[in-house]
């Protein structure tokens, strides 16, 4: 079991039209080298929960920050037509990401951190200030 003190929240940055999950997503990160899908976990736009990664493992989603963390993203956070981010998750995705992150420090005390991917590297994802909302938790 590997020590694990942090939760990366992610966005797919795909429009809202597009619900993706993690056959998708292991896709596209393999076909970038990845030997496997980099989160842990997607929430999808019916606000379903797709394993990933499995969460022993290192994972593969926020470059020199993923040995002691947990990735989820969350499909959508793209604007429809623009190249550009916007806040599009919905109401099921945003309760499943409550759900899941709760579950998670319930199951591992030793979680003290929950921050955004651009609370970490130099990028707008998840699109929303998750520290902020963790507060709320």
């Not at 079991?1 to 056959?23: K, L």
């Not at 002691?68 to 969350?74: F, Y």
């Not at 959508?76 to 899941?100: A, I």
């Amino acid at each position: 079991m590997r020590h694990i003190s942090r939760i990366i929240v992610h966005m797919a940055y795909t429009p809202p039209q597009m619900d993706i999950g993690v056959a998708v997503i292991r896709e596209w990160h393999i076909s970038r080298s990845f030997r496997d899908i980099g989160y842990h976990f997607v929430i999808r736009r019916d606000g379903s929960v797709e394993k990933g990664r499995d969460i022993n493992e290192v994972g593969a989603h926020t470059l020199g920050h993923n040995n002691d963390s947990i990735g989820i993203v969350l499909v959508g956070g793209k604007h429809p037509s623009k190249d550009e981010v916007e806040v599009n998750f919905t109401s099921s995705q945003w309760r499943s990401l409550e759900r899941l992150v709760k579950d998670l420090m319930l199951n591992h005390e030793t979680i003290k951190d929950i921050s955004g991917h651009k609370d970490n590297m130099p990028t707008k994802c998840p699109g929303f200030n998750v520290k902020a909302w963790a507060t709320t938790l």
